[in-house]
């Protein structure tokens, strides 16, 4: 089975970027499937932010304007989030999942990301 | 943007009991509508896609029904594990959009 694992910071402060690695097991990232983010925000609401794909193009969610950028490292088998330009609003869970088709099948556990002076 | 409107956003049911809950698409999404589980404290599941298909693993007794921009997801015989938010997903075109949920207790 393919296993995920976020890891970050845990706290950021205002106006400065947040990065995120997603660690991928059981599967290649160049193999197929497209490697998203997803984040939960407080009070549950779910939003797609983008992803990197098995040959390695991107798509992003347009809320997420020029602040988003998800890159992979495929010797190490993980793929990154950077958001630049943080703000409270972006406090939230953050999730790696893989797209197959058009549905979400594999989670990781999430991320919990606080932005906070 | 495609809108995801859930109903009811909070549901108390008893064990044994047959719920529904709905998913209404701003827009036609054909049968691109996922249901995904999601129980306190833990991960959304993936329950249904395409609509109706069942996800493996997955109880028979959750079923989903639907095309164009209405869509049902049916637990039936409720169980004390089926405690959980329950969210709907379109897949009909970017950016994927999600329902605000609907949260399952049980009387």
């Known amino acids: 089975d393919v296993q995920l694992q976020e890891s970050g910071p845990g706290l950021v402060k205002p106006s400065q970027s947040l990065s995120l690695t997603c660690s991928v097991t059981g599967y290649s990232i160049t193999s197929g499937y497209y490697w998203n983010w997803i984040r939960q925000f407080p009070g549950n609401k779910l939003e797609w932010m983008g992803y990197?794909?098995?040959?390695?193009?991107?798509n992003y969610n347009p809320s997420l304007k020029n602040r988003i950028s998800i890159t992979r490292d495929t010797s190490k088998n993980q793929f990154f989030l950077k958001l630049n330009s943080v703000t409270t609003e972006d406090t939230a869970t953050y999730y790696c999942a893989t797209l197959y088709g058009n549905y979400f099948d594999y989670w990781g556990q999430g991320t919990t990301l606080t932005v906070s002076s | 943007d495609i809108q995801m409107n859930q109903s009811p956003s909070s549901l108390s049911a008893s064990l044994g009991d047959t719920i529904t809950i709905t998913c209404h698409a701003s827009q036609n999404i054909n049968v691109w509508l996922s249901w995904y589980q999601q129980k306190p404290g833990n991960i959304p599941k993936l329950l249904i896609y395409?609509?109706?298909n069942l996800h493996t693993g997955v109880p028979s007794r959750f079923s989903g029904s639907g095309s164009g921009t209405g869509f049902t997801l049916t637990i039936s015989s409720l169980q004390p594990e089926d405690i959980a938010t329950y969210y709907c997903?379109?897949?009909?075109?970017?950016?994927?959009?999600f329902g605000g949920g609907t949260k399952l207790e049980i009387k």
């Open positions: 990197i794909s098995y040959d390695g193009s991107n």
């Open positions: 997903q379109q897949g009909q075109s970017y950016p994927w959009t």
């Open positions: 395409k609509a109706s």
